[in-house]
């Protein structure tokens, strides 16, 4: 989960002096400058968080983020539109990918909040949308964990029983998993956060006014950490461990038959497009894993602050990275965004063009 932190401090008794006489000749010197005190979120509020300095860097920060967010958003609108449109698109794995990238999608919009909590320190926007806030940025990183999971799982049955692949995954069956993973972590993160009192920081001594921090008790850092990471990351694991194995396997039996001169059937060939798909999606979910990994097993340590922020905009950067991954292995998706963005899908009958078929 995201920690937004800001330090505390109580006022009482800790200004100090505020200012200095020093004599010399017939005149008093100025006090101390104002800047040399300590700043404070809510100067009127006594339980106020200090105000850190603004970094040299916050500026640039806030322009990185602010392009990263607009990059994120363009290539996952790109992804949804074109899997929304085009009716030759509509498969149960694409229906898969569209929920993946509508969790980009969102989290590509959440990033200028965050470029704006990085530069300023203080959380202005209260309690109640802190709460919000929290609750949003954890269920997309565990809505998008279970679309990992649902991608896995769809790319095992096609891979390893392929004649069962109509039957066991239709449109309706994985539309209803899709719906029924964003309801459950719905329900499971608004818990998490309810329970952890992040609605109601008032009445909280852990935090100052002005913080918003995701802090957790230890028995739900134990069920999150199994919910969210150790039974998703082993299911995966274990899926796409079988995947590779059985893809070997029948590379090894059609690569026989061609060297031996037969005829390689038409359901070979369609295999080896599965093949293709598994691997594809097992890049997605292998470099979501890479980022997601690292921050959940350093979070779990006592490190600074800093490389848990760099650790999260890794996972943050990796929603912008999944469309590159659609463009480079799915021609499909170039021919889409070629149309797209040629505005030729405002054409009639535009969404009834077979995009597979080759120039």
């Not at 990085?118 to 209260?126: I, Q």
């Not at 852990?206 to 990351?233: E, H, K, N, R």
């Not at 060297?259 to 293709?276: I, L, Y």
């Not at 600074?304 to 929603?319: D, E, K, P, Y």
Request: glycine share 4%; with cysteine.
């Amino acid at each position: 989960m995201i920690a937004l932190t800001c330090s505390c401090v109580d006022k009482d008794g800790q200004k100090g002096e505020q200012n200095k006489l020093l004599t010399g000749g017939d005149s008093l010197m100025a006090y101390e400058t104002e800047d040399q005190e300590t700043q404070y979120c809510f100067p009127d509020i006594n339980s106020s968080c200090v105000k850190e300095s603004h970094s040299s860097y916050g500026y640039i920060i806030f322009l990185f983020v602010s392009l990263l967010s607009a990059w994120t958003v363009f290539l996952n609108l790109l992804v949804i539109i074109s899997i929304s449109h085009f009716k030759k698109l509509h498969t149960p794995t694409n229906m898969i990918i569209l929920s993946l990238a509508v969790t980009d999608l969102l989290v590509g919009l959440i990033m200028p909040i965050e470029a704006i909590r990085l530069t300023e320190k203080c959380w202005y926007f209260g309690d109640s949308f802190c709460g919000l806030y929290l609750l949003f940025v954890s269920l997309l990183l565990a809505t998008s964990l279970s679309n990992l999971v649902l991608i896995a799982v769809d790319r095992y049955v096609a891979v390893c029983h392929p004649l069962l692949y109509p039957q066991k995954i239709t449109m309706t069956k994985t539309l209803m998993s899709i719906c029924l993973s964003w309801v459950c972590f719905s329900a499971y993160c608004t818990a998490l956060v309810i329970n952890n009192g992040h609605f109601d920081t008032a009445h909280r001594t852990d935090v100052c006014y002005g913080q918003c921090l995701f802090m957790m008790s230890f028995s739900w850092i134990v069920a999150d950490l199994f919910m969210t990471f150790i039974f998703p990351c082993m299911l995966i694991i274990m899926l796409y461990l079988r995947i590779f194995y059985v893809v070997h396997q029948q590379v090894k039996v059609i690569n026989s038959l061609m060297k031996g001169g037969k005829c390689v059937t038409e359901g070979s060939v369609k295999r080896k497009s599965e093949f293709k798909a598994a691997l594809t999606l097992g890049i997605i979910v292998s470099v979501y894993m890479l980022c997601y990994i690292p921050y959940c097993i350093c979070s779990l340590t006592v490190i600074s602050s800093t490389a848990i922020n760099v650790l999260i905009w890794a996972i943050h950067a990796n929603s912008g990275l999944n469309p590159l991954v659609y463009a480079l292995f799915y021609p499909w998706f170039k021919k889409t965004v070629k149309l797209i963005l040629t505005l030729k899908i405002f054409q009639r009958a535009s969404s009834l063009i077979n995009i597979f078929t080759q120039h």
